[in-house]
């Protein structure tokens, strides 16, 4: 069982200072004295919309303008929902399961989702294939994608959460084997730099069973080759 506790700072100090001496005040000391700093698990909205009024200036622009005014709060705001995974734990969605005399691979695949990437800041999406080999319970089959969902939510590297996803439901339903695989796009290579539109990376992280038995190991690969045919 997992407990969050929440955490209130007292009031902000203020020095005292001669009403008859200015004081002068940069643009972050402003927002900081018109909003505490965000209290642990939370997101720093304030601070947010005042770096992005600066990324606007040091580029060129102009963020008093029409198209520009609402920019940093509309960016504050998708921070705050991108990022939500930083704030979540999502073993709590491992920690449901059922007592199951099933002891043959269980997969959910083609899970999408969208992360991004911590080195520019910029978008990587694809599908997650999850797989693991349950001993004694299973776990609701929705709450493998919610575990990607909030471990995808995050700054990180593709490599990273591949293994954190296998790492945390190995840890938690204690399984015999689990096998996850990430293919995505990332925008760092498609819009910028190399800009190789339409290329994919591929991840992969196995444990157990999953890691030491070859023929384990292709029947989830396997699984995750074949498609429906309508």
């Given at each position: 069982?997992?407990?969050?506790?929440?955490?209130?700072?007292s009031?902000?100090?203020?020095?005292?200072r001669?009403?008859?001496?200015?004081?002068?005040?940069?643009?972050?000391?402003?927002?900081?004295?018109?909003s505490?700093?965000?209290?642990?698990?939370?997101?720093?909205?304030?601070?947010?919309?005042?770096?992005?009024?600066?990324?606007?200036?040091?580029?060129?622009?102009?963020?008093?303008?029409?198209?520009?005014?609402?920019?940093?709060?509309?960016?504050?705001?998708?921070?705050?929902?991108?990022?939500?995974?930083?704030?979540?734990?999502?073993?709590?969605?491992?920690?449901?399961?059922?007592?199951?005399?099933?002891?043959?691979?269980?997969?959910?695949?083609?899970?999408?989702?969208?992360?991004?990437?911590?080195?520019?800041?910029?978008?990587?999406?694809?599908?997650a294939?999850?797989?693991?080999?349950?001993?004694?319970?299973?776990?609701?089959?929705?709450?493998?994608?919610?575990?990607?969902?909030?471990?995808?939510?995050?700054?990180?590297?593709?490599?990273?959460?591949?293994?954190?996803?296998?790492?945390?439901?190995?840890?938690?339903?204690?399984?015999?084997?689990?096998?996850?695989?990430?293919?995505?796009?990332?925008?760092?290579?498609?819009?910028?730099?190399?800009?190789k539109?339409?290329?994919?990376?591929?991840?992969?992280?196995?444990?157990?069973?999953?890691?030491?038995?070859l023929?384990?190991?292709?029947?989830?690969?396997?699984?995750?080759?074949?498609?429906?045919?309508?």
């Amino acid at each position: 069982m997992h407990t969050v506790l929440e955490l209130s700072a007292s009031s902000p100090w203020h020095s005292q200072r001669p009403a008859s001496l200015p004081v002068l005040q940069s643009e972050e000391d402003k927002v900081n004295q018109q909003s505490p700093s965000a209290q642990p698990g939370e997101v720093d909205l304030e601070s947010i919309k005042a770096a992005v009024r600066t990324i606007l200036k040091a580029v060129g622009e102009d963020p008093d303008r029409d198209g520009l005014k609402e920019t940093p709060r509309r960016v504050a705001k998708m921070y705050a929902e991108i990022f939500e995974g930083l704030h979540l734990d999502p073993a709590r969605h491992l920690q449901v399961s059922f007592a199951e005399e099933y002891d043959e691979l269980v997969m959910v695949r083609d899970i999408p989702f969208t992360s991004m990437c911590e080195h520019h800041l910029l978008p990587f999406t694809g599908v997650a294939h999850v797989g693991y080999i349950p001993q004694g319970h299973v776990t609701g089959l929705s709450k493998l994608a919610r575990v990607v969902e909030e471990i995808a939510r995050r700054p990180q590297v593709q490599e990273r959460m591949t293994h954190k996803i296998a790492e945390l439901i190995e840890t938690e339903l204690q399984t015999t084997g689990v096998g996850v695989i990430i293919q995505a796009e990332h925008s760092c290579m498609s819009i910028r730099g190399i800009k190789k539109l339409g290329s994919s990376t591929i991840t992969s992280a196995f444990r157990g069973t999953l890691k030491t038995s070859l023929s384990s190991r292709n029947e989830f690969l396997s699984m995750i080759d074949t498609r429906s045919r309508g």
